[in-house]
């Protein structure tokens, strides 16, 4: 008998209003019975009922703890049916105020939206509705005075106005909510956006789709390890000024941490043109796939630094820069370090220490795998043996492999093409290239060629 699209906290008055009018529209048709003869003289046992009930609901409604409010408001529905059918008991079953009396328990009850509630309503109605045909010892009147009709209609009336007026009214404070919710959210989003610039993107979504807890824990995996900087770049460092230094490095820095993501590594850290990336954590494929992945990331990074050789040259950088790279594939301590307060997700482990001194040992464009990463892609990459090397921290010399490229990319198949020669630099990706744009490269080689071929039948 009452509205219940309702807010926990403000729905116990809601409702009252709503259950007031409809216990008073029932007394009202109560009242009229007995002046037409239809009530029995317990009538002023239901009229007390009628006037006491919904002051009994709303206190009762307050003082339900917030845990339990789901349970509330279909517990109340279920007694208001209850009631109900007593109700049309008493009023000898009489069809239009009887009809009435349901619709107002079914238009509180279909607001909840529940099939077995309201099939759990009608049920706790007809039982009423059965006690109290035992209870008042009262016969069957289908046809009662017009008056105790009208009167029923008229209850009903007012209780649906109210109803719907409380009803918009809530709905308007809810779409306010909603406009303030949404705003919140957008607000949230650009937030988590924005600190998602100072962490890896695989930590960000782990950290909000609540699979990784944010504490201080941390845990054993057998993870990739990759360090890698550029080589040269110290010496360029005091040739230019630091804007453009700056933007070269951030340019760096950017195109890397592209690829880095491209094959899902999770990127550690930057320290200052260094890159510390590992793959195997949040989510791994396995040593061997991580690995593999690794080496790819590396091998694709050294083709790409061709391409930003060439764009650095036309803006004036005539350092020949290079990039260097170590990887390794061990066990390593991953979590989150620091303070309760101030964390670092990060690895530690001599296996991390492994890998940044295979970078230093690397030469410039070489790309070293210890000896446990090089056992996991011997089949898909071509590698070099380098010997042994020296490695501080470790008592022993550790055998170093330089990586070459991809087995597939070395036969008659290899899909690229390059070539690196004071005053000409081309690198070229053939899989990569448009179909509409390979006959503009090839008019453009061609007559790149036979300029050539012409200037030096000049010089000879």
Known sequence: MLNTRTEPHTAPLYEFYSRSV????????????????????????????????????????????????????????????????????????????????????????????????????????????????????????????????????????????????????????????????????????????????????????????????????????????????????????????????????????????????????????????????????????????DTLACVAMAIEMRRHMKVLRQKWRAQGVQTPLEIRMGINTGYCTVGNFGTESRMDYTIIGKEVNMASRLESAAEAGEILLSHESYALVQDKIICREKGSIAVKGFSRPVPVFEVVDFRHNLGGKSSFIEHDLPGFSMYMDTNRINNYDREKIAKSLEQAAARIKSQARMKG
């Open 22 to 289: 409809a216990f008073i529209a029932a007394a009202a048709t109560i009242i009229f019975g007995q002046d037409y003869g239809l009530t029995s003289d317990a009538y002023h046992y239901v009229l007390v009922i009628c006037a006491v009930y919904p002051f009994l609901t709303y206190f009762a409604g307050r003082a339900v703890p917030e845990n339990f409010q789901p349970y509330r408001r279909p517990t109340l529905l279920l007694t208001d049916s209850l009631l109900t059918g007593c109700f049309i008991a008493y009023l000898h079953f009489a069809v239009i105020p009887s009809a009435l009396f349901a619709i107002l328990v079914n238009t509180s009850v279909i607001t909840l939206g529940s099939f077995f509630l309201w099939a759990g309503s009608i049920l706790t109605m007809t039982v009423g509705a059965y006690v109290g045909y035992i209870f008042f010892q009262q016969g069957i009147v289908l046809d009662v005075h017009p008056t105790i009709e009208i009167v029923a209609i008229v209850g009903t009336a007012c209780h649906l106005a109210v109803t719907a007026f409380y009803s918009a009214k809530q709905n308007a404070q809810l779409a306010v909510l909603h406009t303030k919710l949404t705003l919140e959210q957008k607000r949230q989003q650009n937030l988590s956006h924005k600190v998602a610039k100072y962490i890896s993107p695989q930590i960000w979504e782990s950290i909000f789709s609540g699979s990784k807890e944010v504490k201080l824990e941390t845990q054993r995996k057998k993870l990739v390890v990759f360090f890698s900087d550029i080589k040269g770049f110290t010496a360029l460092s005091e040739q230019i000024e630091s804007e453009a230094l700056t933007e070269l490095l951030n340019n760096y820095l950017t195109e890397m941490t592209n690829i880095a993501l491209k094959y899902g590594g999770t990127i550690d850290k930057y320290i200052g043109d260094s890159i510390m990336v590992f793959f195997g954590d949040p989510k791994t494929q396995g040593a061997k796939k």
